[in-house]
């Protein structure tokens, strides 16, 4: 079965990085578009960036345009979220996903990793 797993989250002071990590596995992605959601609690899961997995034009929200950049490693089968001049608000759970097509809805996406912390303090 497909499995994605995330890592590379933790705590971090305002105005620090951290880089995001989704291994996806069980399956090939070649023509999949590989998406970077997250959900704060009380908050809908929100679209964050995403990427083709084989053009690898990219897509990414406003609220992170200019401090979030999406790459991807297509031989590891592997996508990185770098987050920069991080914010007390950018504190969520960050999953990662896959769907079929271009699309920023949740509903579109077939298959979710567990999700990483990324907690931001002021």
């Known amino acids: 079965q497909v499995q994605l797993v995330e890592s590379g989250g933790g705590l971090v002071q305002a105005g620090g990085s951290l880089r995001l990590s989704c291994a996806a596995s069980g399956g090939t992605f070649r023509s999949s578009f590989m998406g970077w959601f997250r959900q704060a609690p009380g908050k809908e899961r929100e679209f964050v960036a995403g990427?083709?997995?084989?053009?690898?034009?990219?897509y990414t929200a406003d609220s992170v345009k200019g401090r979030f950049t999406i790459s991807r490693d297509s031989a590891k089968n592997t996508v990185y979220l770098q987050m920069n001049s991080l914010k007390p608000e950018d504190t969520a759970v960050y999953y990662c996903a896959i769907a079929p097509a271009v699309t920023t809805t949740p509903g579109g996406y077939d298959y979710w990793g567990q999700g990483t912390q990324v907690t931001v303090s002021s």
């Open positions: 990427i083709r997995s084989s053009a690898g034009s990219t």
